[in-house]
């Protein structure tokens, strides 16, 4: 059975680092594309980027170029997603979710990571 | 960019009715590379239909997708109580890949 497992909620204030995971298992990791998805309270989807873990090819939306880092350990099936300096405006649930091709779907997708940034 | 706009932002109806909703491409999308998720209250979306009409592992066969170009549509042949959720469209074909900003569906 395909799972993404993401780590737990965040609270952090401005300007701190956050390096969030999403760790998948029952499938080949390194096989299939992971993409990060962003949704601010109530509102709706935001594609982040995506990252081939087999061999790091990652590629960004223009809007989170720049603003975030996604990341992958291949030898513990685990992605990230990351950032340097925190904004409120980063407050947001997170998604990690596999694409088996690159033009496909968002198959399987983690439970969401919680990131509230507030001084 | 592709921009995706769903209609209508909301759409009340009841249990056994049927359930159409628009997705609207700004530019043609390559390959009818679209796909749809239902997203319900505290819980991540789900993949229901993929490369505009191909139906997702498990998904049941009361939801259809059809269109191509610009022009895309999720139907709901007859509404079951589960079906209540928010339904987003995304565009995979083109660099960046969007998403439409949802459709809501709710109980009449």
């Known amino acids: 059975e395909v799972q993404l497992v993401q780590s737990g909620t965040e609270v952090k204030k401005p300007g701190e680092s956050l390096k969030i995971s999403c760790k998948g298992s029952?499938?080949?990791?390194?096989?299939?594309?992971i993409g990060w998805v962003r949704q601010m309270p109530g509102k709706g989807l935001e594609w982040m980027g995506i990252?081939?873990?087999?061999?790091?090819?990652?590629r960004y939306s223009p809007s989170f170029k720049g603003q975030v880092t996604i990341s992958a350990d291949k030898s513990i099936s685990t992605a990230y997603l990351q950032w340097s300096s925190l904004k409120a405006s980063d407050t947001a649930m997170y998604y990690c979710?596999?694409?088996?091709?690159?033009?496909?779907?968002?198959?399987?997708w983690g439970q969401g990571t919680l990131v509230t940034v507030s001084s | 960019e592709i921009v995706l706009t769903q209609s209508p932002g909301t759409l009340s109806l009841s249990p056994g009715e049927r359930a159409t909703l628009s997705c609207r491409a700004s530019?043609?999308?390559?390959?009818?590379?679209l796909a749809w998720y239902q997203q319900k209250p505290g819980q991540a979306p789900r993949l229901l239909i993929y490369?505009?009409?191909s139906r997702a592992t498990g998904i049941p066969d009361r939801f259809s997708g059809s269109g191509s170009e610009t022009d895309f549509t999720l139907t709901i042949s007859r509404l079951e109580p589960e079906d209540f959720a928010v339904y987003y469209c995304?565009?995979?074909?083109?660099?960046?890949?969007?998403f439409g900003q949802g459709t809501r569906l709710e109980i009449k």
């Open positions: 995304q565009q995979y074909g083109s660099s960046p890949r969007t």
């Open positions: 979710a596999t694409l088996r091709t690159y033009y496909g779907g968002c198959d399987y």
């Open positions: 490369g505009a009409s």
């Open positions: 990252i081939y873990p087999g061999d790091s090819d990652t």
């Open positions: 530019q043609s999308v390559s390959s009818s590379y």
């Open positions: 029952g499938y080949s990791f390194t096989n299939y594309w």
